[in-house]
Structures are given as structure tokens and as C-alpha cells.
């Protein structure tokens, strides 16, 4: 019996010692190796300062800038979360309603652009809610809406490998190449 529970317990510590130890650092190293940025939360800077996420939403607010997904958890990664509210929501029709009244618009409005999104936190919108909001932009910008229309397109990520996922346009990325572009006008 003796013996037995000494093989026990030094298999207990090689696993132990495996798989609490040189598996995670492993899997650390790899990832700190091959995906440096993405395995350190992708902080975007700008001019040395983190300015978010490319994977949190972020609330933005200006009519100068592009607005994101509604937010269940206010854009609180500590309370990530959805609104928990079914289709037969009350509560949820109402706030839909209320939502697509303050775009308006005499055009359909995306659903991305009234809903939120399961995390609450989702950094994208469609091209079609950042294009909803072009004439928005540009107009408090006082730029032309075709030269608005031609960020969004180019700020547009495609399909993963042509076919998971949807287009999308990150609100943090498209919200910076527009403060780029200010920022060359003004230099002008």
C-alpha cells in the first residue's frame, strides 16, 4: 500500500509540475513570440500614449466621430455582458424604437447601430451603420461625405480568409484615421 501511494503521489507532482507549470509557460512564450500585440490586450497608441483596444468598445460620444455599438455593459470590460433582453422584450422594443428615432434619418438604420452586441463590448460595426453615420461626420467635420464614405471603404476588414464573419470597420481605427485626417488639414 505504501508503495502505491508513493507512485501516486509523485505522479500528482510531475502533472502538477506539467501542467501548471511548464504548459503555461509555454503557451506563454509562444504567444508572447508569435503573437506579441494580441496575447497583450492590442493597445493602440498614439504618440506614446494607449489611446484602447482594438478588442474593447469604446464609447464615443462627438458628433465629429463615429459611434459605436450600443453597450449592455457600458463599455465596462469588468461587467461584460449583454442586455439579457428576449425578442418579446418590452423594454428591449422600446429602446430599439427610441434608438432608431435619434438617428434621424429618413433611411433604414442598421440593426448594429440600435442593438448591442452580446458582450457589449464588440470594438466593430458594419459598413453599413458607419456609413449611416458618413453624412454626420462629415458635416461636423466640414468635410466632403464622398471623402468620409472613402475612409470608411478603406477602413473596412474583409471576411476572414473570404468567408467567416461578416465585414466590419473598427470604431477605435476608423475614429483615428479621421483625427489623422484633421490633423492634416489644419496643417494645411
Do not use: W
Not at 1 to 9: A, Q, T
Not at 61 to 84: E, I, K, L, V, W
Not at 95 to 105: E, H, R, Y
Request: with cysteine; proline share 5%; glycine share 8%.
Amino acid at each position: 500500500m505504501k508503495h502505491h501511494l508513493l507512485i501516486s503521489l509523485r505522479m500528482t507532482a510531475i502533472l502538477v509540475v506539467i501542467t501548471c507549470g511548464l504548459y503555461p509557460l509555454v503557451v506563454f512564450a509562444v504567444a508572447q513570440l508569435a503573437f506579441h500585440d494580441k496575447a497583450n490586450g492590442s493597445f493602440v497608441a498614439r504618440n506614446g500614449h494607449v489611446v484602447g483596444s482594438e478588442l474593447i468598445g469604446q464609447s464615443f460620444t462627438s458628433d465629429r466621430f463615429f459611434h459605436s455599438r450600443p453597450s449592455g455593459s457600458d463599455y465596462d470590460a469588468t461587467a461584460s455582458g449583454g442586455t439579457n433582453l428576449g425578442p418579446t422584450s418590452k423594454k428591449l422594443r422600446d429602446s430599439i424604437a427610441a434608438a432608431v428615432k435619434s438617428f434621424d434619418i429618413h433611411v433604414d438604420v442598421p440593426a448594429d447601430a440600435v442593438t448591442s452586441s452580446g458582450s457589449g463590448l464588440d470594438p466593430h460595426i458594419s459598413p453599413a451603420n458607419a456609413n449611416v453615420q458618413a453624412p454626420r461626420v462629415a458635416r461636423a467635420n466640414g468635410l466632403p461625405v464622398e471623402q468620409i464614405r472613402a475612409l470608411i471603404a478603406r477602413s473596412t476588414e474583409q471576411r476572414f480568409a473570404g468567408v467567416f464573419g461578416e465585414p466590419r470597420v473598427n470604431v477605435l481605427r476608423l475614429n483615428l484615421a479621421l483625427h489623422e485626417i484633421e490633423k492634416e488639414m489644419k496643417r494645411r
